[in-house]
T-cell receptor, first 112, second 117 residues
Framework: DAKTTQPPSMDCAEGRAANLPCNHS???????VYWYRQIHSQGPQYIIH???NNETNEMASLIITEDRKSSTLILPHATLRDTAVYYC?????????????FGTGTRLKVLA | ETGVTQTPRHLVMGMTNKKSLKCEQH?????MYWYKQSAKKPLELMFV???????ENNSVPSRFSPECPNSSHLFLHLHTLQPEDSALYLC????????????????FGPGTRLTVL
C-alpha cells in the first residue's frame, strides 16, 4: 500500500502561492495521487488528482514529478479560507484494493 | 438534499448503550465508506461497501457493526463502546469506476461527533 509523507505544517502569507509537497516514493502502476483538505472539524473536501501529467482546476494546480515519486499542490493565491489540513493520498483502487491510507497531512496556516 | 448527509451530528452515549449512525448519499455513487478520526490522529478507514457488498474491513472491533441496505444508505451500529471510541466518524461515497479508471474522488459527509462516557 503506497504511503505518503508530508511536512506537518506550513505558513503562507495571504495572496501568495502556497506550495505543499508530498512524497509518495512507493507509488506503483497506475495509482493516482489525490489531494483533499479538511477545514477544522468538517469532512474532507476533494481538491484535485492526477496520474502523470500536471493538472489544474479552479481550486489548485498539481505538479507531479516525472518519476511520480513526489508531487506538489499549488494554491496560486492563498486566502484565509484556505487555512486547513491538506492530505495527499494514493488511490489504491487501480491496484485492486480499497485500503485508503490518510497520513497526518500538512496543516497550512494562511497569515493575514 | 444534495451530497452526503450524516445523522446525528453529535451523539453522547454510555458504554452500555446501543446507537446507530446513519449516512445517506444523493450522488448516485456505488461505493460508501466509514472512517474514524480521533483527536490529533489521521483518518482511519474502517469499512468499505461497493454495490452493497462489504469489500474492506480494516480490523475493526466487532462492537462496530456496519450495514448497507442499498447503495444510498450506510449505517454504523454501535454497542458496548469504550471511551477511546470517542471520535469524529465520517462517511464518504465515490462513484467507483472499474479498476484502471480513476475518477474515484470521495465525497465526505460532515461527520458525527461521538462521545462515549
Amino acid at each position: 500500500d503506497a504511503k505518503t509523507t508530508q511536512p506537518p505544517s506550513m505558513d503562507c502569507a495571504e495572496g501568495r502561492a502556497a506550495n505543499l509537497p508530498c512524497n509518495h516514493s512507493t507509488i506503483s502502476g497506475n495509482e493516482y495521487v489525490y489531494w483533499y483538505r479538511q477545514i477544522h472539524s468538517q469532512g474532507p473536501q476533494y481538491i484535485i488528482h492526477g496520474l502523470k501529467n500536471n493538472e489544474t482546476n479552479e481550486m489548485a494546480s498539481l505538479i507531479i514529478t516525472e518519476d511520480r515519486k513526489s508531487s506538489t499542490l499549488i494554491l496560486p493565491h492563498a486566502t484565509l479560507r484556505d487555512t486547513a489540513v491538506y492530505y495527499c493520498i494514493v488511490d489504491p483502487t487501480t491496484s485492486g484494493t480499497y485500503k485508503y491510507i490518510f497520513g497526518t497531512g500538512t496543516r497550512l496556516k494562511v497569515l493575514a | 438534499e444534495t451530497g452526503v448527509t450524516q445523522t446525528p451530528r453529535h451523539l453522547v452515549m454510555g458504554m452500555t448503550n446501543k446507537k446507530s449512525l446513519k449516512c445517506e448519499q444523493h450522488l448516485g455513487h456505488n461505493a460508501m465508506y466509514w472512517y474514524k478520526q480521533s483527536a490529533k490522529k489521521p483518518l482511519e478507514l474502517m469499512f468499505v461497501y461497493n454495490f452493497k457488498e462489504q469489500t474492506e474491513n480494516n480490523s475493526v472491533p466487532s462492537r462496530f457493526s456496519p450495514e448497507c441496505p442499498n447503495s444510498s444508505h450506510l449505517f454504523l451500529h454501535l454497542h458496548t463502546l469504550q471511551p477511546e471510541d470517542s471520535a469524529l466518524y465520517l462517511c464518504a461515497s465515490s462513484q467507483d469506476y472499474p479498476a484502471g479508471v480513476s475518477y474515484n474522488e470521495q465525497f465526505f459527509g460532515p461527520g458525527t461527533r461521538l462521545t462515549v462516557l
